[in-house]
């Protein structure tokens, strides 16, 4: 069955400390895509980065990097330099396209809560 | 603005009685999407639709229902046989971008029982 988990609950660093969110995912699927998404205080989600199964290249935008290993079907995403506009609830999620069908549904992980002290 | 307007931000519903919320976009986008959150939980599908006049149940449909009569609008009722309505819900909209679908969010609405 498919299944996102982000055993992070909380996180709580310092501002320009790094800091790493795990992402776990579990899918039968061959063709499936891996996104993370950012929900501030206002609760509307942010779109942040859309990975496919067949692309394992990291990717770095910025302060943000992701690091997609298929081998151990994670998705990790780490911030260099935090700061406190960082602060935000993070969710991971699995979308599914091949023989599971291809609508666009999102299975979400728990989310992590970062909170980036000044 | 180009996205996706949900209302209100703020609901709340008396016991036994049922409510709507809306969603609109102005994305031109096919799909979209209910998602409910609940405190320290991940998002978890309520109901989507492909294609207007048409939608299916997600992961949790029970005591709610949609329609999709109009392309950019798909508005979600809480029924009163939903026995814990009480969350905030998320409406997104979704183009198919190479094989797969990219999703773009509202804003939200918190229901909240009295």
């Known amino acids: 069955a498919q299944k996102v988990t982000q055993a992070q609950t909380e996180i709580s660093v310092v501002e320009k400390e790094d800091v790493t969110l795990d992402c776990v995912y579990e899918?039968?699927?061959?063709?499936?895509?891996l996104f993370w998404y950012k929900q501030p205080p206002s609760g509307e989600l942010v779109f942040l980065i859309r990975?496919?199964?067949?692309?394992?290249q990291n990717e770095i935008s910025g302060r943000y990097s992701w690091n997609f290993q298929k081998s151990t079907s994670s998705f990790n995403f780490t911030i260099t330099a935090s700061q406190v506009v960082d602060s935000a609830v993070y969710f991971c999620?699995?979308?599914?396209?091949?023989?599971?069908?291809?609508?666009?549904?999102?299975?979400f992980g728990q989310g992590t809560t970062l909170q980036v002290k000044p | 603005d180009g996205g996706i307007t949900q209302s209100p931000k703020y609901l709340f519903r008396k016991e036994g009685q049922n409510v709507t919320l809306s969603c609109e976009q102005n994305?031109?986008?096919?799909?979209m999407y209910w998602y409910r959150q609940d405190p320290g939980q991940g998002l978890r599908l309520i109901y989507y639709?492909?294609?207007?006049?048409?939608?299916q149940k997600g992961d949790i449909a029970e005591g709610y229902s949609v329609s999709r009569e109009k392309k950019e609008s798909f508005p979600l009722t809480v029924t009163s046989a939903q026995k814990n309505p009480t969350a905030f819900y998320l409406c997104?909209?979704?183009?198919?971008?190479?094989?797969?679908?990219?999703?773009?969010f509202g804003q939200g609405t918190r229901l909240t029982v009295v």
């Open positions: 999620a699995l979308s599914e396209a091949g023989y599971s069908g291809n609508t666009g549904k999102l299975i």
């Open positions: 899918t039968r699927d061959t063709t499936y895509y």
């Open positions: 990975r496919n199964s067949f692309d394992e």
């Open positions: 994305l031109n986008h096919d799909a």
């Open positions: 639709s492909q294609i207007v006049n048409d939608f």
């Open positions: 997104a909209a979704a183009a198919p971008r190479g094989q797969g679908f990219l999703a773009f």
